[in-house]
C-alpha cells in the first residue's frame, strides 16, 4: 500500500525545525503545499501519515480541519491515518492533551472507525488510564 507523508505542511515550518509551527494563509496551503497531498490521494494512496508540525497553532496530528474537514469530506480519503512517531506525546508536553488517555482519544477521534477498533484502540485507552501506556 502507497501512504504519503508527511501531511501536511511539513516543509514549511518556521526556522527549518522539523516539530515546529507553521503560520499560513488559507490561500498559499491550497496553491503552493496541499496540490502534492490531493494529487496522491486522488491517486489511490492507501494511507496518510500526520506530520508532526503544528498548523496555525494546531497540532497537524489533532488537528480537525486538516484531518476531518479537508482529507475526510473535502477530499473524499477513505484510507487509514497514521501519526508521525512521538506525535501523540507531543499533544501531551505542548498542553494539547491532559494525559496520555486523552492523547490518544484526541488523536484518534478525528481518524475513521475500524472494525478493529474493539481489539485494538479499548484496549490502549484502557491502559493509558491506569498508567500502562507508553506515552
Known amino acids: 500500500m502507497a501512504s504519503v507523508k508527511h501531511f501536511a505542511l511539513y516543509g514549511a515550518v518556521e526556522g527549518g525545525r522539523d516539530y515546529n ?4 494563509s488559507p490561500l498559499r496551503m491550497h496553491q503552493d503545499y496541499l496540490p502534492p497531498y490531493k494529487a496522491a490521494v ?8 500526520v506530520s508532526l508540525n503544528s ?3 494546531v497540532p497537524a496530528t489533532a488537528n ?5 474537514d479537508l482529507l475526510r469530506d473535502q477530499w473524499g480519503f477513505k484510507g487509514i491515518t497514521i501519526s508521525d512517531h ?5 499533544l501531551i ?3 494539547v492533551a491532559q494525559d496520555a488517555r486523552d492523547a490518544v ?3 484518534n477521534h478525528l481518524r475513521r472507525r475500524y472494525e478493529h477498533e474493539r481489539r485494538v484502540l479499548r484496549p490502549i485507552l484502557a491502559g ?8
Open 21 to 24: 509551527t507553521v503560520d499560513m
Open 86 to 90: 512521538g506525535a501523540i506525546k507531543e
Open 64 to 68: 480537525p480541519w486538516l484531518l476531518k
Open 55 to 57: 498548523i496555525n497553532g
Open 128 to 135: 493509558a488510564g491506569e498508567g500502562r501506556s507508553g506515552c
Open 42 to 49: 486522488d491517486a489511490g494512496s492507501g494511507g496518510v501519515m
Open 105 to 107: 482519544r484526541l488523536a
Open 93 to 95: 508536553k505542548h498542553g
